[in-house]
């Protein structure tokens, strides 16, 4: 069974804390992604990667920085929480043939 | 740039009821992909479907069925007798093809329709 599992289901962090969301997937796909989701807004993609250390910017990057190690993780840093970064944090993976891409279960996330 | 619309915002129905969840897309590309994705409460984004804009012939697996038409740029996803269980966010998303005709994964959302299915 295929899996992308992200580190924590919920965090409560403080604003102006360094926050790391981490994501691991089993698969061997090249492609990992880092989207947000907010109500009305559907999810928007913060970056994305095709290969390990190859990092782009997605949509909405600003504030947001990544890591890509080894090709089964993917890391998202933010390197000085607001509270406009209060939201649901969903991590993807896709490989070559499946093109589908399979998500993790999300990290709410709360900047207070 | 792609973009993905999904004009209804909640959608209430009773068991046994059909539903259609529509879905409209822009994109300048000539090969991409379309998807829908369930996202019940547990909160992981579940995949239902996959339709590259070369084949316009509709698919049904058991309930569901899609329709999709490129003279219109929709993609509907059609619920038939209804279910709590169908209950959930339902996203539309479209994605666009590398050189090699295959998809990087990197996908555009609509705003995603809340299904209720009441009892």
């Known amino acids: 069974d295929v899996k992308v599992t992200q580190s924590s289901r919920y965090l409560v962090k403080r604003t102006g804390e360094k926050v790391f969301l981490e994501c691991v997937q089993d698969?061997?796909?090249?492609?990992m992604f880092w989207y947000r989701q907010d109500p009305g807004l559907g999810l928007r993609l913060i970056y994305f990667?095709?290969?390990?250390?190859?990092?782009e910017k997605g949509d909405i990057p600003e504030g947001y920085s990544v890591s890509r190690e080894k090709k089964e993780r993917f890391s998202l840093i933010l390197e000085s929480a607001s509270t406009n970064q209060t939201s649901m944090y969903l991590c993807a993976s896709s490989g070559g043939v499946y093109t589908e891409a399979f998500f993790g279960q999300g990290t709410r996330l709360t900047v207070v | 740039a792609q973009k993905v619309t999904q004009a209804q915002t909640e959608i209430s129905v009773v068991e046994k009821e059909d539903v259609t969840l529509d879905c409209v897309y822009e994109t300048r590309d000539t090969t991409y992909y379309l998807f829908w994705y369930k996202q019940p409460p547990s909160g992981e984004l579940v995949f239902l479907i996959r339709r590259n804009s070369f084949d316009e012939q509709n698919e049904i697996s058991g309930r569901y069925s899609w329709n999709f038409q490129k003279s219109t740029s929709s993609f509907n996803f059609t619920i038939t007798a209804s279910q709590v269980v169908d209950s959930a966010v339902y996203f539309c998303?479209?994605?666009?093809?590398?050189?090699?005709?295959?998809?990087?994964?990197?996908?555009?959302f609509g705003q995603g329709t809340i299904l209720t299915v009441h009892p």
């Open positions: 698969m061997d796909h090249e492609n």
């Open positions: 990667s095709y290969d390990v250390k190859m990092k």
């Open positions: 998303a479209l994605s666009e093809a590398n050189a090699g005709g295959t998809s990087y994964g990197k996908l555009t």
